[in-house]
């Protein structure tokens, strides 16, 4: 017996198939001298290629400034303590004790502390970004970069390390309320939008001293107990859901990452 739906959908499929076009490939994105440029940072030994610190320009130093640097920076005991061993192990632990403790008072679900708890982690890698605009050389495009020292930022990447995840809730917790803070700076056009209204409100006369002062290290400089004021007035501030973590609960979880920083 003749199917004249199925006759009809073998023709459409066989037509398809006789007028099929190879898929073109797609057209790279980079110039050929773009892709000798790559090959060639990749087969140099000898530098390492960095971001600046305030800026899009690559910087390239040679690896033994670099390294030498870094170094330098790490054996400052006024900024970074020394230890014998991984601490990766003991820190799981603790935020997952933490997790445990927090799904049998009701204040997180079990499917977050899985998220939180699962994958394997590692100690973070630190890297520095050179503050090339604060090298000497004019103009800025002849920098000299001082040998074996020289200003830069370091930073220590989160990224597959045990406070990486429990850093992501704790975002997604208080995130929100920390924008509602008077102190609260999202970024240099707020700030100058900020500054505008102070001078639009009459605050500041012409018989006041304006003064300007930069703070080594702000982060970690930053008193934690203030931090913590403000996470507890905020969850406080709010009718708490199941699932929902205590301003306590919050400050144990921030406390584990701020502290665990390794």
């Not at 997790?99 to 699962?118: A, D, Y």
């Not at 604060?134 to 200003?151: A, L, S």
Request: proline share 6%; aromatic share 6%; with cysteine.
């Amino acid at each position: 017996v003749k199917c004249c739906t199925i006759d009809a959908m073998f023709m459409k499929l066989r037509n398809r198939l006789n007028t099929w076009v190879p898929p073109r490939r797609f057209k790279d994105n980079l110039t050929p001298s773009q892709r000798k440029g790559e090959k060639l940072v990749k087969e140099d030994i000898d530098h390492v290629y960095t971001l600046e610190d305030e800026g899009s320009s690559i910087v390239r130093i040679k690896r033994e400034w670099y390294e030498n640097n870094v170094k330098n920076t790490l054996n400052d005991e006024t900024k970074y303590e020394k230890l014998d061993n991984d601490p990766t192990n003991k820190i799981n632990n603790d935020i997952q004790a933490l997790c445990t403790e927090m799904v049998e008072n009701g204040e997180m679900l079990p499917k977050t502390k899985e998220f939180i708890v699962s994958g394997e982690t590692k100690a973070g890698v630190y890297y520095e970004n050179p503050k090339t605009h604060k090298f000497r050389g004019i103009p800025q495009t002849n920098v000299t970069i001082p040998e074996n020292d020289f200003p830069a930022r370091g930073i220590k990447s989160d990224i597959g390390t045990p406070t990486e995840k429990p850093g992501d809730w704790i975002d997604f917790q208080i995130n929100e309320g920390m924008k509602k803070l008077p102190s609260f700076i999202q970024d240099t056009k707020h700030a100058l939008q900020k500054i505008e209204e102070i001078n639009e409100s009459g605050v500041i006369t012409d018989d006041v001293n304006l003064v300007a002062k930069d703070m080594i290290g702000m982060y970690s400089n930053m008193p934690q107990e203030l931090s913590e004021q403000g996470v507890k007035e905020y969850v406080e501030s709010k009718p708490r859901a199941e699932g929902q973590p205590c301003a306590d609960s919050l400050i144990k979880m921030t406390r584990l990452c701020t502290q665990n920083n390794y």
